[in-house]
């Protein structure tokens, strides 16, 4: 049933202590399991064809890889990730995936005006076999442009008590720096593997579902503690000066955008989308448009004002509560989806050809790895030297304590290339590598159960 009330004029505004953000875009991001099957046909439709023409994905993942981290080469350079604790006047790390993000998402409603980049819960969604792997949505990338995924092997997912407990955190830096080392974002990086293992994780159309579950987590703890703060005023991309396909890409402070509302961005979660503070502005798009499949409830200061154009649009239930507000000269419409819901829209339904398009391996030789000395360099699990590294012919391994345990070596694409057994011993020797190809690897260390204890980095010369 639709709730609908329109308000022929303006009503006075009672004073309120609340931020109200004059909107960019219209965004409401689900998880992807509350997504319906034209919109998640409609979604990889979109990713494939973003890497047409200027190929869009390419230059965001090459602008990610290629300004990752400069601490190790040139530490006064800006970059995007850990420059926590050491260098706060550099941090951008959520703020600029809170605007890439948004970027994508920007790019995907040129081509479908109800798409939203969805989230992926994963401290909760967890298996291998989950929908989102189905060849229908995010598997087919998998093949098709070479990812070389590698579910499960590297690392694991956080838990949902990981997750609480770092949203129970009060100072906003704290925060952010163990968000991004720990595994409630750089878990999902290194379960995935493939090149979401590496700075060129944007390659993976994964990367984007994952950093709305990271982007809304950080939403979440805003609404809790409502302190984030950055000491930069500009960010690398979004300073004004990076031109993609001919256009030049506004510049952003990240103080302005630590609500998510003042993107014009809003998070569903378990059938309910909640919009409330923002006044539709049509910064970005003639219409503003809110999609949702479920309940949208639209109150507690959203104005609709005079000159504007916006839509609520849900396949079940708008509703329009006490502190909605549409001024005289409005155009505002609450709607029941009945285009793509239809049973002749599920027969038309059209998927865009699944392009095979692999990524060149080339460039992820030099490219930062999501690994386990990444993580917690403090307190790692296993002590862990390499050498010689560079190596030639053999790789030494020595371990802080003697164990039972398993050592692979992996290219990177994520493809298993040795594997040895070792018993109660902590000098490993692994030979006979003259045949393998100049180029980056890494060597994991599994316990005697099968877990994964550190992951290093070396090169074959």
Known sequence: MLFYKKLLKSIPLVAVVVFLYQGNSQSIRKNYQEMTTYEK???????????????????????????????????????????????????????????????????????????????????????????LWDEDFMGSFNSNWNLNRNLSSFGTLPTQQEVDNMLAMTDFFEFSDFFERQRPHSGAHRWVAGPMLTSASPRDPVFYLHHAFVDKLWHDWEEMHHSSSYVRTDMIRYDGTYVFDGQTIPLVNPNDIVDSRALGVFYAEDGLATLDNYIVSNTYNPEELFYYQYTIEVGNNFIAPENTTSKMESITEVVLKPGFFAESGANFVAAIDTETTSLLAARSMVKKERKKKPFDDVQLDQVWLWSEGDIDPNDPTVVMQTFPN???????????????????????????IKQEFFEFTNTLEINNLFGLSSGTYFVKVLGGNGETLVVKKVIKI
């Open 390 to 416: 560079p190596f030639d012919s053999k790789i030494t391994i020595k371990l802080n304590k003697k164990r039972d345990c398993v050592i692979e070596i992996y290219n990177m694409t994520g493809q298993l």
């Open 41 to 131: 046909t409609e979604l990889v439709n979109a990713f494939y064809q973003l890497r047409e023409g200027e190929d869009r994905i390419t230059d965001m993942s090459d602008f990610h890889m290629n300004y990752f981290n400069f601490d190790n080469i040139d530490p006064n350079r800006l970059d995007i990730h850990f420059n926590l604790p050491e260098e706060p006047e550099k941090e951008i790390f959520l703020a600029w995936h809170r605007r890439f993000i948004f970027e994508m998402e920007q790019a995907m409603q040129d081509i479908n005006p109800k798409l939203t980049i969805p989230y992926w819960e994963s401290s909760v969604d967890q298996s291998t076999t989950s929908s």
